[in-house]
Nanobody
């Protein structure tokens, strides 16, 4: 099992940027696919982005495509989500997850979840 801890959330203005980090412990993530999700109270958890274990394949939800970029640094056992051109609609809690592989707009075989980090975007 992998323990995941998100960080980097906070307050940004519309049009601004934030970078989220997901630090893994317990084992290396070099052979694990990773993804980002978000969920507001009373809403379904929404897929945001995913990246293969080698970093060569990525997937993005239409709502964030062109604005967000997922990347990973296996040497640091960390996955990132660079969020640019932020909108108030992006305000919610973001979660990091590990999985077996990346499919079409999905992270297959989710094994672990982080506890989330809050992103707030002001108008």
């Amino acid at each position: 099992q992998v323990q995941l801890v998100e960080s980097g959330g906070g307050l940004a203005q519309a049009g601004g940027s934030l970078r989220l980090s997901c630090a893994a412990s317990g084992r290396t993530i070099s052979t694990i696919a990773m993804g980002w999700f978000r969920q507001a109270p009373g809403k379904e958890r929404e897929f945001v982005a995913a990246i293969s274990w080698g970093g060569g394949s990525t997937q993005y939800a239409d709502s964030v495509k062109g604005r967000f970029t997922v990347s990973r640094d296996n040497a640091k056992n960390t996955v990132y989500l660079q969020m640019n051109s932020l909108k108030p609609e992006d305000t919610t809690v973001y979660y990091c997850a590990s999985g077996l592989n990346v499919g079409f707009l999905v992270l297959n075989g989710i094994q672990d979840w982080g506890k989330g980090t809050l992103v707030t975007v002001s108008p």
